[in-house]
């Protein structure tokens, strides 16, 4: 379990900004994980600001929410780039869905981590196909701290880290839940049964 440099640091200390990414295939608790740990900044009595893609409407236009129906308040944006307009003097940034943001965000996460922000992102580190997701691989290489969850195969059981496409449609982004995608281990996810 990831446990916190930052709680209980006073105020008055030079804020040390880092980078933290949570990654994993869908249905692996990315999203439960990025929430826990900006409650946990709520505890400490930190600012917290909280964005995803505006193009996340898939349980709430605005909150970000995890597939437990655990929710947080959030600010959808369109472009990464605002993110740095609306942080603000907060402490703490969390981003879900970071996969659906071009590669500006890892110059938007290097930005507010230089400011001295706890910047925590959470996203699919590999696509419907297996390969790396973009901006992920870049974002893995500039973070601080790295939590790689897993999922639990759908087909035999074993840990997953594979999000396998369940419907027919080749574009790179398809939002969907459990009717579009379920996890698969490596030897399920390749021989797609």
């Not at 196909?129 to 087909?155: D, R, S, W």
């Amino acid at each position: 379990m990831f446990i916190e440099s930052t709680i209980g640091k006073s105020r008055n200390q030079e804020r040390k900004g880092h980078i933290e990414v949570i990654c994993g295939s869908m249905f692996s608790g990315k999203t439960e994980e990025l929430i826990r740990r900006l409650n946990r900044a709520f505890i400490a009595k930190q600012k917290v600001e909280i964005f995803k893609p505006s193009i996340d409407k898939r349980y709430h236009d605005t909150d970000v929410v995890s597939h437990n129906d655990n929710a947080i308040r959030s600010t959808p944006v369109q472009f990464a780039d605002d993110i740095i307009l609306l942080a603000g003097d907060c402490d703490v940034v969390g981003i879900d869905e970071v996969q659906f943001f071009d590669n500006r965000i890892v110059h938007v996460a290097n930005v507010l981590a230089n400011s001295g922000k706890r910047v925590i992102l959470a996203g699919l580190d590999m696509d419907f196909e297996g390969n790396p997701f973009e901006p992920m691989p870049q974002l893995l290489a500039v973070a601080e701290y790295v939590t790689k969850v897993h999922a639990i195969c759908m087909k035999c059981g074993d840990l997953a880290s594979y999000s396998f496409r369940l419907v027919n449609i080749k574009e790179k982004v398809v939002l969907g839940e459990k009717e579009t995608y379920e996890a698969r281990c490596r030897k399920c996810f390749t021989e797609k049964l």
